[in-house]
């Protein structure tokens, strides 16, 4: 399960990185792009959420979790102001953008350093 969420997320992470060059270069982001971006995203909490609830694993990904939260608030705020036309604040992009980033570095790091 744990590997799916990765994948998915990693997905997320490629897909929000194409985003974000629009957001510099004070562009229109593609909302379809956007779209399948939150959809994976969303996909791959809920599945870290499920494998957290269900496993008998001593590491429940908590940590990744509150991060990928806290990353999607930011992201649910950004698509907000994207469909009613509102400026993206760039800092709150790149913020969001970190967060994931970090949080799938993070989940890396637990699930290949055999912390898991």
């Given at each position: 399960?744990?590997?799916?969420?990765?994948i998915?997320?990693?997905?997320?992470?490629?897909?929000?990185?194409?985003?974000?060059?629009?957001?510099?270069?004070?562009?229109?982001?593609?909302?379809?792009?956007?779209?399948?971006?939150?959809?994976?995203?969303?996909?791959?909490?809920?599945?870290?959420?499920?494998?957290?609830?269900?496993?008998?694993?001593?590491?429940?990904h908590?940590?990744?979790?509150?991060?990928?939260?806290?990353?999607?608030?930011?992201?649910?705020?950004?698509?907000?102001?994207?469909?009613?036309?509102?400026?993206?604040?760039?800092?709150?992009?790149?913020?969001?953008?970190?967060?994931?980033?970090?949080?799938?570095?993070?989940?890396?790091?637990?699930?290949?350093?055999?912390?898991?």
């Open positions: 399960m744990v590997i799916t969420a990765i998915l997320i990693s997905l997320a992470v490629l897909l929000g990185l194409y985003l974000i060059s629009f957001v510099l270069k004070k562009k229109i982001p593609p909302k379809g792009v956007a779209l399948i971006h939150g959809s994976l995203a969303v996909l791959g909490i809920l599945i870290l959420i499920i494998y957290a609830l269900t496993t008998t694993s001593h590491h429940k908590w940590d990744s979790i509150i991060i990928f939260l806290l990353a999607a608030t930011g992201g649910v705020y950004l698509f907000y102001r994207d469909i009613r036309h509102l400026k993206i604040p760039k800092w709150v992009a790149l913020i969001h953008g970190a967060l994931g980033l970090f949080g799938l570095g993070w989940i890396l790091y637990h699930v290949i350093g055999g912390t898991h």
